[in-house]
């Protein structure tokens, strides 16, 4: 099955909004296996519209649509795909008290111009909408193309998508299909390096997607039962990670932290923050996942020197000798960190994320992280170079998630690559790299 994809809205082709409809659509037909032939953004011009429509439908099966329902007068995608497929519309009475019940709950009553978002399908039929006042709508022809209409929202679109539209298309690809969703830490092209072969299997399918610093690895299965997709994708899963070893993180997780939070609970530890450069991204990041407070108790933003020595004990002698921006320092903010709040494992970060600041043998983008391990009293030191991407907020995006990386590792009792091995006692020369 082909299919396109058309997003009605003058404010999409103003830039007014970001369409990430398009991109949501895009990977949920993929999934089903549907190939997408032609994503379409236009406005509200049914003339326009009209003539696209039946371009579309003349070459592919399956037109989706985001956007057009609403109550205006130039919200006129239904009236006019209808047309497209030789179908009318119809007032829908229990769509109209729907919407009636709708507004009623929040002390409104709807205007005239909400009773066309109650026309429906005659031919056709409509989609429910439990999330807002526009029901959808689904129009077929005599050749079997078909064309969903969804709202433009994201939240009902998404829904309407879930609930309505994608069970539909299951039926119609006569198979159940089951994804999951591996996390691995590191660049698009190093990944799909070592793990081409897997890319090139037809069942299941895999995709990777490039996100800051890390990848999305989706694997889809197509079988004729939920168990024998589910089995297929966990056994593609474990391709992967035994390629991709530890950088291979998590599975059908939203983002690193909640590894990490589940890690510190599922091991009974806590964890501390210590932040310059980043400002308080780490801490930010883990407070985001619900349940944290129960691993995480302290977060230190230190970005002033008095502030790393009235707070964590940094030695005002330290930051004399070896700058700010070092290996000594990021040590020290990381033990102290822990010392002050009683915390197993902490860390602590320093380094200039630019755009000015730079100094001699350390450019913009230089970051010491290091981690603190009490329970052994083992520390972790590394010097990151992120100054190539020359911009402030990636440079402080990336240092977070190789911090949040590093509390996984040593809740985990995993290596951390590429760092230096202190404890308490070392010279603070012998961490100065």
């Known amino acids: 099955m082909t299919a396109e994809i058309i997003c009605v809205g003058t ?11 398009a991109q949501f659509l895009s990977r949920e037909l993929a999934e089903l296996g549907i190939s997408v032939m032609h994503q379409h953004v236009i406005g509200d011009n049914p003339a326009r519209l009209k003539e696209l429509v039946l371009q579309a439908k003349s070459r592919s099966d399956l037109l989706v649509f985001s956007g057009g329902l609403g109550p205006t007068e130039d919200d006129l995608t239904k009236e006019t795909v209808a047309e497209a497929f030789g179908d009318t519309l119809a007032f829908d009475e229990g769509e109209w008290q729907k919407i009636i019940d709708f507004f009623a709950r929040t002390n409104r009553r709807p205007t005239p ?11 056709g039929h409509k989609l429910i909408n439990d999330h807002g006042t526009a029901p959808g709508a689904w129009f077929e022809d005599a050749d079997g193309h078909c064309a969903a209409l969804m709202p433009g929202v994201p939240r009902e679109m998404k829904a309407m998508w879930a609930e309505q539209v994608r069970p539909i298309l299951l039926k119609r690809q ?30 299941p ?6 996100k800051t610093g890390e990848c999305e690895i989706r694997v889809t299965a197509r079988e004729a039962t939920e168990q024998a997709a589910e089995a297929a994708c966990n056994a593609r899963i474990a391709e992967f990670k035994e390629i991709l070893g530890a950088a291979a993180y998590d599975v059908d997780v939203p983002a690193l932290e909640y590894t990490v939070v589940r890690a510190l609970r599922e091991h009974g530890l806590h964890a501390a923050a210590a932040e310059s450069c980043t ?16 691993v995480f108790g302290y977060g230190f933003v230190t970005y002033a020197e008095a502030a790393k020595q009235k707070l964590l004990g940094v030695d005002a002698a330290v930051i004399e000798k070896y700058n700010v921006v070092s290996g000594p320092v990021a040590a020290a903010m990381a033990f102290g960190a822990a010392r002050e709040s009683g915390a197993e494992l902490a860390v602590g970060i320093t380094g200039l994320a630019g755009p000015g600041g ?17 329970r ?20 402080r995006t990336r240092a977070a998630l190789y911090a949040l990386d590093m509390l996984r590792r040593m809740a985990l009792g995993l290596d951390v690559p590429d760092s230096v091995r202190f404890t308490p006692e070392t010279a603070d020369r012998k961490l100065d790299i």
Do not use: W
């Open 279 to 294: 400002g308080g991204m780490i801490a930010e990041r883990l407070t985001n996942v619900p349940g944290s407070s129960e």
């Open 174 to 203: 006569n198979c159940t299909i089951h994804s999951r969703t591996l996390r691995v830490l590191g660049g698009e092209s190093a990944i799909a390096s070592k793990v081409a072969p897997l890319f090139e299997a037809a069942n």
């Open 376 to 395: 052994t009293d083992t520390g972790y030191l590394m010097r990151l170079t992120l100054g190539g991407y020359q911009d402030r907020q990636i440079i």
């Open 205 to 210: 399918t895999a995709a990777i997607y490039c």
């Open 11 to 21: 404010e999409l082709l103003l830039g007014n909004i970001l369409n990430t409809n």
């Open 358 to 374: 730079a100094l001699p043998g350390k450019p913009v983008g230089t970051v010491y992280l290091a981690g603190a391990d009490t």
């Open 113 to 123: 111009n909400n009773r066309k978002q109650a026309m429906c399908p005659t031919v």
